[in-house]
């Protein structure tokens, strides 16, 4: 076995190598860039090398600079993570030159499979189903106008080497291709260090199913299971479950034993993913496609661990040093049910635009160790237990920064629970308890989904977002009942920090009693609220609920007809209550106060219309227009690069550009003018 193994990545995925490999007695390195000199991952390790600044290209993608701290350390493998490295065949073959192990498939394997145009020809020779479109090389915007309507629309333009959501663009019109290819050959550059783009038919109504394999040096290459990955955002996957809500065992068996005969055909071993794409509306299960093979660990790896009791990154390991696996195909698992639900540093209430800053507050709910549910024999180790449980993988600590320069994703959330509506109870629950403060995050958006009946009823697409909500993300709605309780809470703290107020020392006079009679408004209605000894009346009915709550509390817990865990923060004249994937700024005054409110005066916000502003910190890659330009409303002016993705700034309403406030390469932050209108 292995003595010392260095992670070539970041973040969350080289904590999780790490606590596998300190749990197999294997010593760690990791690797940094200035940016993350203080991450958790560098923390963790025995041993930690500087690879150089802050952007990946000069520091992570630097395959030299991974195998020199290798060397130095006297490292004899690497683990590459989700990927940085992990698709370059070179890389791999520098490794076995350089006589330390790659902890992956072979080169040859990932030569085949990395690339998604020759991977395409592959699949098909081998006679597995794929997306009709066109596999050969694109000259130019005009030549991909040709081709897309030659396929017909809509279809998808992809970066051959891409991934994770990026170089990706879905077009329904010749306008779609013409504004779209150049974008995605730039974002296939600078994220993957190729520009060539391949253009396929979009399946409408697409579900997405990938099927994780592992396999050994010995032959001996096994499925484990699906996971549907059909919730989508931008073609990069926010939620994650397993098995699939829509996949029969027919189709499961269809499925995993094309995947197996077509890692078979290269020579694979370690874990890797094949990705397919699910006609919804075939019920019959055939109607399924070859999309791309993931030569690597997925993100969403952990719901396929819950789910079979399995470590995957153990199993990536022992293979790497020539184990054989140690089970076969009728030895796998599919015990109860997965969810994972990304946690990424964006704002939903403004469009998902990207985040970045300090995490001022970061205290995820309480996690499940991996060690206690977990193994490489499939043994049940606590897996089979019907108590539900929750599991956090992160790679970030209150304090730290979320940058500009990585993936916008902060933690990884894991549900486990023997049926389906176990596992999206206990997310819906975990999420009211994850804090995060600092950067825009999606926790409330997150709760929004696993709540919303098409979801909780399994009739997911890869358009499941924009379809449910095409006018953005403005909160989960809340019934009358949370609503109430609500309310309820906001008097309760209200009365709390009233009676706090009155027992300070030195006052004049006696002290007044905390007011018993609240007003509180929230949701645009008001509420007559009452606490006293007896309990909390709310528009004169009695509520049979139990919290407590001491001025500062963070949390409030309450139980009732449901347990409730509300994140509480004051606000003005009032509190910000966040639970079930919403905020509710309540205000609360005293029953004899509130009747003033009315002739309060509302400030009314600008008009800032005539701005161009960028919504996001980045690099303004280019700027269409110039000072004098006559443009039309919804006319593309200015790209902004932000989580190595491009967003195309349009015009809100038609005008002349009267000023240029910047210009192609500056860096810009939130809400900086770029050009304003008359």
């Known amino acids: 076995m292995f003595k010392k193994i260095l992670v070539a990545n970041r973040g969350e995925i080289a904590c999780r190598v790490m606590r596998t490999a300190k749990a197999m007695g294997i010593k760690t390195v990791a690797v940094y860039s200035d940016a993350d000199v203080r991450s958790p991952h560098v923390l963790m390790a025995d041993e930690s090398v500087r690879l150089g600044p802050a952007p990946a290209a000069e520091s992570y993608l630097k ?204 020579g694979y071993y370690s874990a890797g993913t094949v990705e397919l794409i699910v006609s919804g509306a075939d019920t019959s299960g055939e109607g399924f496609y070859f999309l791309e093979m993931n030569t690597r660990l997925q993100v969403e790896h952990p719901v396929t661990e819950e789910i079979t009791g399995l470590d995957l990154v153990e199993l990536m390991i022992r293979v790497a040093a020539g184990e054989p696996l140690g089970f076969a195909q009728d030895d796998v698992k599919l015990n109860g049910w997965s969810i994972e639900n990304r946690v990424y540093a964006e704002d939903p209430y403004r469009g998902f635009l990207p985040s970045i ?68 109870a206990a997310q819906i629950a975990a999420l009211d308890a994850f804090e995060l403060e600092g950067p825009g995050n999606n926790i409330d958006f997150l709760s929004a989904v696993m709540q919303h009946p098409r979801f909780q009823s399994g009739a997911l697409t890869t358009g499941f977002i924009a379809e449910e909500y095409p006018d953005g993300f403005h909160g989960a709605p809340a019934d009358a009942v949370l609503l109430t309780t609500l309310a309820a809470v906001a008097a309760f703290a209200a009365t709390a920090e009233a009676d706090r107020a009155r027992r300070v020392d030195g006052q004049l006079g006696r002290r007044l009693r905390p007011p018993a009679d609240w007003v509180v408004t929230i949701g645009g209605t008001d509420h007559d609220v009452r606490v006293s000894t007896d309990g909390i009346s709310v528009d004169g009915e009695e509520l049979d609920l139990s919290l407590e709550y001491t001025p500062g509390d963070r949390m409030v817990m309450v139980e009732g007809d449901e347990h409730l865990t509300i994140r509480i923060a004051r606000a003005r004249a009032g509190f910000r209550l966040t639970t079930r994937g919403a905020s509710h700024v309540a205000r609360v005054l005293p029953a004899r106060v509130a009747p003033y409110a009315a002739h309060l005066i509302e400030k009314v916000a600008p008009d800032l219309s005539k701005f161009l502003l960028c919504p996001m910190p980045g690099l303004l890659v280019r700027l269409d227009v110039a000072a004098g330009d006559r443009v039309e409303a919804g006319q593309a002016l200015a790209v902004v690069e932000a989580m190595k993705m491009e967003n195309i700034l349009r015009a809100e309403k038609t005008g002349v550009v009267k000023s240029v406030s910047a210009a192609a390469g500056d860096s810009l932050a939130v809400d900086q003018v770029i050009l304003e209108l008359e």
């Not at 996690?367 to 993988?393: H, Y």
């Open 63 to 266: 395959a030299e600079l991974i195998l020199l701290a290798a060397k130095e350390t006297g490292a004899d493998c690497i683990h590459p993570g989700y990927g940085f490295l992990s698709e370059r065949e070179s890389f791999a073959r520098a490794c076995a030159e350089a006589g330390i192990a790659f902890i992956g498939p072979p080169p040859a394997a990932i030569a085949a499979m990395g690339d998604k145009i020759e991977s395409k020809k592959l699949a098909k020779a081998a006679g597995v189903n794929v997306v009709p479109g066109y596999l050969g090389e694109i000259d130019s915007t005009d030549h991909a106008v040709e081709i897309a309507g030659g396929i017909g629309y809509p279809v998808m333009m992809k970066a051959s080497a891409g991934g994770g959501g990026k170089g990706m663009r879905l077009a329904y019109s010749e306008q779609d291709v013409r504004e779209g290819f150049e974008a995605t050959k730039r974002e296939g550059l600078a994220s993957f260090g190729d520009d060539r783009v391949f253009i396929e038919k979009f399946i409408e109504s697409p579900r997405h199913i990938e099927i994780q394999l592992i396999g050994d040096q010995h032959g001996n290459i096994v499925y484990l299971n699906e996971r549907e990955c059909s919730i989508q955002r931008r073609h990069q996957k926010v939620v994650e479950e397993a098995p699939s809500p829509f996949v029969t065992p027919k189709m499961r068996k269809a499925m995993g034993e094309q995947a197996v005969a077509l890692a078979r055909a290269v």
């Open 357 to 424: 800053g300090r995490l001022v507050r970061y205290n995820p709910p309480l996690p499940f160790a991996l060690s206690e549910g977990a193994s490489t024999s499939l043994s049940t180790n606590g897996v089979d237990s019907a108590e539900p449980r929750v599991r956090v993988d992160d790679g970030v600590r209150e304090g730290g920064e979320v940058s500009m320069f990585y993936d916008p994703m902060i933690a990884k959330l894991i549900t486990w629970a023997p049926t389906r509506e176990g596992a999206v």
